[in-house]
């Protein structure tokens, strides 16, 4: 079974960039059909989809967030990495990464709706 967990920094003050990792185990990040997912909720809100990098290293970010983010690979390390520059207290959230095999999910109702996510990592935007 593959596991994922998160982990970064839990305070960023504004205009910086927020960096996270995804540390992957039980499985290879580029395992045909595999797709990894970047996803956040904000204190009292939904879930927010923040964009994917697929086995093959293909990309796609939410279009409201795409001129700040950027999703890569560490195959030597099995992992997934975040950026997110230029960060305000709106990014405010509970960072997930989450796996999906042979499919995109762009709009999750639920952590469930993916094959596997991670425990989460809380993010605060603060100076």
């Known amino acids: 079974q593959v596991q994922l967990q998160e982990s970064g920094p839990g305070l960023v003050k504004p205009s910086q960039t927020l960096s996270l990792t995804c540390t992957v185990s039980?499985?290879?990040?580029?395992?045909?059909?595999?797709?990894w997912s970047w996803i956040r909720q904000p204190p009292g809100k939904t879930l927010e989809w923040i964009g994917y990098i697929g086995y093959s290293g293909d990309t796609y970010y939410r279009p409201s967030l795409k001129s700040r983010t950027s999703i890569s690979m560490d195959t030597s390390k099995n992992q997934v990495n975040l950026q997110l520059s230029a960060v305000t207290p709106e990014d405010t959230a509970v960072y997930y990464c989450?796996?999906?095999?042979?499919?995109?999910?762009?709009?999750?109702?639920?952590?469930?709706?993916?094959?596997?996510w991670g425990q989460g990592t809380q993010v605060t935007v603060s100076s």
């Open positions: 989450a796996l999906t095999d042979g499919v995109v999910i762009v709009s999750p109702r639920a952590l469930s709706d993916f094959n596997s």
């Open positions: 039980g499985g290879s990040i580029t395992t045909a059909s595999y797709y």
